[in-house]
């Protein structure tokens, strides 16, 4: 892939972040989620759902015998508290957090079999019986959990305590699977390590880990079907036994790069796609990062949702068909949303196209944190874009969605995962090779790198999401030449002034980024300005549930309806096409959001008898508010809508 640079991103150490919005959020992570995630692991979060986690890893530690709590994949809960405390320490240093992130990595290192095996289900359960469910049992998917926590962990510390228990896991993999005679030919039936193997490729140099990366990717689907044989041997069948799932739940009907379209469980298959990125950047393969750009415009294009979300059906968790995009019966799991933003950003170091930041933005303001609340101590498992309480309790079909988030889960994948993303932002903010810097995300802050031996210090300002008006101020020691790039939001739709040291700069964008490359001199300032207002969006038509329906976005930020504003009975709001809307920042108002009002109106007709032969009537005009999604559920329960009837007079 030598026609591609190479990019990494600005370490987390280097770069301080003020930006309101996401500050806020990296602050209550630390603050909060972090202190009470770890009270939950260690079950002591009364009322909450037990994790059994910690107690599970110091059983295993002091080789006691007993049952294993929870799911198979319990393990990994730890390892991603575990990465959200390292990246959370690279920028708010915190001796007693420090402390139990130390305690944390003991711990595991003390659970570590001799020959490097680590996984507590089978280490409590039946040693004899581990590698022999590779297709249910997530061995390697948590595996792929601690080599990412210890990554992380040797970024911010320097100190290779935990990395080591990563290599020697890792080395112990390799000396079980892969393709050589002796070893089995499998791969994970939940993708995760291929994008750890990765990472730990970077970090140590070492051949091994790519090339394992690269052997579970490519192995997968193969004939003869691994999963087939582990089935027929040991009798471990499908959980959804139903539908077109089966093999295809796991991506593993046919190889990968026989796969045309996203397919079964949609975590899976995005942390698939992430560690398929990653192992074509190091390995510069084109093929494969050219067929990864077949899927992800598959799925980016006919199966997400206006808020950055993936996988709309309940049943497997999964993909079904281009433009099946229900509202309220949507699954669009937090970690979904959050394994495509990982997808985005890897295939964001290999091309940096606009449409991958524009994705990756999409999730990280809309469909993911709306799966934490304001306090950070409640949980989204499912992020729907419509909700009715009544539904959610006596429906069936939507038993899943949830009209106030949870304390905590049984399956708690989301929440710690939704922490080490937040934690990590600056990951996805920029990144740079070695001549350019690539602005992704507008977080104000200040900005760290070196170009050639000189450091280049960026301060960007402003007050991203709500407000567009950005200034870019560039400080080299002295002057040094660098291509700094800007990228251009897809929803400013080319709309856009850019000036330098007051100077209209006329360049036109690429592929979604402006490109500045010119000798910096210390105090050089670029003013960006990207006119945000609320924007009337209507889904493909093949969208049926949003057909006749508008939503509305401004910047980034996809607003809703909710009944706290504007009554129940949200299915019967009409939104005219001539509605003009006015803006209002309300700092008191959900942590202090940008409300739009409008005027709207609701259909009025037959309430008594169920049909009728009378036309239903436009009822009179009244006034609309309009919340962040993210935002929404944090005022107790009520109803809430995303897509509402489009009328014009």
Request: net charge negative; aromatic share 12%; charged share 25%.
């Amino acid at each position: 892939m030598e026609k591609k640079n190479f990019a990494f991103p600005v370490d987390g150490q280097s770069c301080r972040v003020t930006d309101r919005f996401y500050a806020r959020l990296r602050e209550l992570v630390r603050e909060k989620v972090i202190p009470y995630q770890w009270e939950a692991l260690n079950d002591r979060v009364e009322g909450a759902e037990p994790s059994g986690c910690i107690a599970n890893m110091r059983a295993a530690a002091e080789n006691q015998t007993g049952e294993h709590y929870g799911f198979e994949f319990q393990d990994s809960d730890l390892y991603k508290w575990m990465e959200a405390a390292a990246f959370s320490l690279m920028w708010a240093p915190n001796e007693a957090l420090e402390r139990e992130l130390e305690e944390a990595v003991s711990l595991v290192a003390g659970a570590q079999r001799e020959d490097g095996y680590l996984d507590t289900y089978y280490i409590l359960g039946d040693l004899s019986r581990r590698w022999t469910s590779l297709k249910d049992n997530h061995e390697l998917y948590c595996a792929g959990h601690l080599i990412e926590a210890a990554v992380a962990h040797f970024r911010a510390t320097g100190r290779r305590s935990f990395l080591d228990v990563a290599e020697k896991l890792a080395a112990h993999i390799d000396s079980v699977l892969g393709p050589e005679e002796g070893k089995l030919h499998g791969y994970p039936g939940h993708e995760e390590i291929e994008l750890a193997l990765c990472k730990l490729y970077e970090v140590t140099g070492k051949e091994q880990y790519l090339r394992l990366a690269r052997y579970f990717l490519f192995e997968r689907g193969k004939e003869p079907l691994y999963f087939r044989e582990e089935t027929e041997r040991e009798g471990n069948g499908f959980y959804w036994k139903n539908g077109p799932l089966q093999y295809a739940y796991y991506q593993a009907h046919k190889p990968l790069l026989e796969q045309r379209e996203p397919v079964g469980h949609a975590v899976r298959a995005n942390y698939l796609y992430a560690g398929a990125a990653a192992a074509a950047r190091c390995a510069k393969d084109e093929k494969l990062y050219e067929h990864l750009r077949g899927l992800w415009r598959e799925m980016t294009e006919k199966q997400m949702y206006l808020t950055g979300q993936v996988g709309s059906s309940e049943y497997g968790e999964a993909f079904t068909f281009p433009y099946d995009l229900p509202n309220d019966t949507a699954y669009a799991e937090t970690c979904a949303g959050l394994a495509l933003a990982f997808f985005a950003n890897q295939m964001l170091k290999i091309e940096r196209r606009g449409e991958y930041a524009d994705v990756m933005e999409r999730v990280l303001y809309n469909g993911a944190i709306s799966g934490m609340d304001l306090s950070g101590t409640a949980f989204f498992y499912v992020n729907p874009l419509e909700v009715l309480p009544e539904a959610c309790r006596k429906d069936q079909r939507k038993a899943h969605v949830k009209p106030v988030r949870q304390k905590w889960f049984g399956c708690a994948c989301c929440p710690p995962n939704l922490a080490r993303t937040i934690a990590s932002i600056t990951d996805y903010a920029v990144s740079r090779t070695e001549t350019e810097l690539f602005q992704h995300l507008y977080l104000a802050g200040e900005y760290f790198c070196t170009f050639g031996e000189t450091p280049v210090r960026v301060l960007l300002q402003g007050n991203y999401p709500w407000e567009g008006e950005l200034q870019m101020k560039v400080e080299p020691e002295v002057p040094v030449c660098f291509t700094y790039a800007l990228r251009i939001p897809g929803w400013c739709e080319g709309k856009y002034t850019l000036k330098l040291n007051g100077e209209a700069v006329e360049q036109q964008a690429v592929n979604g980024y402006v490109y500045l490359s010119r000798e910096w001199k210390p105090g050089d300032i670029l003013e960006l300005s990207l006119p945000m207002e609320a924007k009337r969006i209507w889904a493909n038509q093949q969208v049926r549930e949003d057909a006749g329906r508008v939503a509305i976005q401004r910047g980034p930020l996809v607003y809703c309806l909710e009944e706290a504003d504007n009554g129940g009975e949200l299915h019967r709001v009409l939104l005219p096409r001539d509605s003009a809307f006015t803006e209002e920042f309300c700092p008191e108002l959900l942590g202090g959001v940008m409300v739009l009002r409008c005027a709207g109106c609701m259909v009025e007709g037959e309430r008594e008898r169920l049909y009728t032969t009378r036309p239903p009537e436009t009822g009179a005009e009244r006034e609309l508010l309009w919340i962040p999604y993210y935002a929404w559920a944090n005022r107790g329960e009520g109803e809430m809508m995303v897509w509402v009837r489009d009328v014009s007079f």
